[in-house]
Nanobody, 123 residues
């Protein structure tokens, strides 16, 4: 069983940056592809970014390319999402997930989920 705990969310203004973190416990973290998803109020959970188990490969939703960066530290059993130049449309609960593979964007391809961290961007 893998436990994931996200942190780093908060209330920020448009143009600000946040670094979201996801700490993992249990399991063999260095073998897991990981991903970030987000869910805005009243909307479905959407793919944001994913990263291979080694960190060598990553994939991004078109809407965040060039603005968000996913990374990981296998020694610390953590995955990160650097979010820059945030906009009100980025307001959502951000979730990290253990994936079956680093490619693919369907939330149903996730094995484990964290509880999420709230990001609110004011204009």
């Amino acid at each position: 069983q893998v436990q994931l705990v996200e942190s780093g969310g908060g209330l920020v203004q448009a143009g600000d940056s946040l670094r979201l973190s996801c700490a993992a416990s249990g399991g063999a973290f260095s073998t897991y592809p990981m991903a970030w998803f987000r869910q805005a109020p009243g909307k479905e959970r959407d793919f944001v970014a994913s990263i291979s188990s080694s960190g060598a490969y990553s994939n991004y939703a078109d809407s965040v390319k060039g603005r968000f960066t996913i990374s990981r530290d296998n020694n610390k059993k953590a995955v990160y999402l650097q979010t820059n130049n945030l906009k009100p449309g980025h307001t959502a609960v951000y979730y990290c997930a253990v994936r079956s593979r680093w490619t693919g964007i369907n939330p149903h391809g996730s094995k484990y989920w964290g509880q999420g961290t709230h990001v609110t961007v004011s204009s």
